[in-house]
Every structure is written in structure tokens, then in C-alpha cells.
């Protein structure tokens, strides 16, 4: 069966320090990977997604960036964080095929102070 | 106007009762759609997956989907404390290209159901 994580689970940040989150995906081959923020309120939103392995597209223009070393990895990075950076990273895969539901990581809670 | 409209509540209800959850969206193109439950701080638990008008029923939890009127609902019969959480709709069309399995999702209602 498929299982994806995150690390680590909280985070609390100085602004202006980096960040890196990672995301890690087992059980299956070449997943779409996706990266969402939740801020307080619960609305989803997607910063990255990704079809393949160094192939990374923005939905959002920010400070963050995101990488895919490898096949099952994502990661979400940023230089310099903002006060407005804080909230719930989730990390979700698709599989490869006609079927579109997304399934997501435990998340990161990142508060940045 | 919001492509997903969701109601967030908080919805309370006693246990045993049928509880109601909608989704209204403004896109034609969306033809797949998704309900998650969210415990409070975990991540978002896919519940049921549907791709077509009519229903769909999985234990307690049955989804229904309407296309010409845009409106899709979540049902959850025999509701019970540990079905407190935040129900998430989500939807996306089959287009590929750049918006490649892109979700859209509704703000999320919050449920509580009390013993």
C-alpha cells in the first residue's frame, strides 16, 4: 500500500531563516506531487506541483520554491521567511492514470515568529 | 464568486442524527469530485470519490452528485461523535497541460457531533 510523509511535523522559525520541508512518497512509481498551504480557516491552497522529476510548476508567486530530486521526494525551500509564511504545509500524490483524488501527508505546522 | 462555495458552519448535531453537507461550484467543466474529513491538525482524509451524476454509498457516508444544478452533498447517516471534524469538498475537470490534475476545493465545514 502507498503511505506518504513529512517531516518534521512542527516547525517554529525566526523570519528571515530558511526552510526546507520534505515530503516522501512509498508504494508507487512516478506520482503527480503536490505541495498546499492551510492557513487558519482551512481553505487549501496549492503553491507546487510537480509530474515528474525535476519538473516543478508554481500555482502561487512567493518566497518559496520547491524541488524533485527524486521520483518519490518534494521538497518546499525558502531563503528568507516571512511572518506570513506561517500555517499547515501539506504534501498529497496522485497516481499516474485517469483517477484524480489526491491523498495527503500528516502536514507540517510551521509557525514563523 | 468563488469557483467552490462552501457552507462552514459550525454545524453541531446529536448523535444518531443525518447530517447534510454542500458543495455549489460555478465551473461546468469539473466532472470529478471529492469529499475529505479532517481531524483537527492532521492532514485531509480522502472519504469518497465520485465522477458522475447520481449516487454513491460507502458504510454511513453516501455522496450525491447533481450536475445540472452544480451541487454536490455529502450525507453521513447514524452520525457519531468521532465523525467531529472538517469536511472538505473537492473537484477538478480532465483537462491536462499546466493545470494537470489541479483540485479545487471549498473552504470546509465544520462538524461536531455531540453524544
Known amino acids: 500500500s502507498q503511505t506518504i510523509h513529512q517531516w518534521p511535523a512542527t516547525l517554529v522559525q525566526p523570519v528571515g531563516s530558511p526552510l526546507s520541508l520534505e515530503c516522501t512518497v512509498e508504494g508507487t512509481s512516478n506520482p503527480n506531487l503536490y505541495w498546499y498551504r492551510q492557513a487558519a480557516g482551512r481553505g487549501l491552497q496549492l503553491l507546487f506541483y510537480?509530474?515528474?522529476?525535476?519538473?516543478i510548476s508554481s500555482e502561487v508567486p512567493q518566497n518559496l520554491s520547491a524541488s524533485r530530486p527524486q521520483d518519490r521526494q518534494f521538497i518546499l525551500s525558502s531563503k528568507k521567511l516571512l511572518l506570513s509564511d506561517s500555517g499547515f504545509y501539506l504534501c498529497?500524490?496522485?497516481?499516474?492514470?485517469?483517477?484524480?483524488?489526491?491523498?495527503f501527508g500528516p502536514g507540517t505546522r510551521l509557525t514563523v515568529t | 464568486q468563488k469557483e467552490v462555495e462552501q457552507d462552514p458552519g459550525p454545524l453541531s448535531v446529536p448523535e444518531g442524527a443525518i447530517v447534510s453537507l454542500n458543495c455549489t461550484y460555478s465551473?461546468?467543466?469539473?466532472?470529478?469530485f471529492m469529499w475529505y474529513r479532517q481531524y483537527s491538525r492532521k492532514g485531509p482524509e480522502l472519504l469518497m470519490y465520485t465522477y458522475s451524476s447520481g449516487n454513491k454509498e460507502d458504510g454511513r457516508f453516501t455522496a450525491q452528485v447533481d450536475k445540472s444544478s452544480k451541487y454536490i452533498s455529502l450525507f453521513i447517516r447514524d452520525s457519531q461523535p468521532s465523525d467531529s471534524a472538517t469536511y472538505l469538498c473537492a473537484m477538478t475537470s480532465n483537462a491536462g497541460g499546466t493545470s494537470y490534475g489541479k483540485l479545487t476545493f471549498g473552504q470546509g465545514t465544520i462538524l461536531t457531533v455531540h453524544p
Open positions: 465551473n461546468s467543466a469539473f466532472q470529478y
Open positions: 498529497a500524490w496522485r497516481g499516474w492514470g485517469v483517477t484524480y483524488e489526491q491523498y
Open positions: 510537480s509530474v515528474g522529476i525535476g519538473q
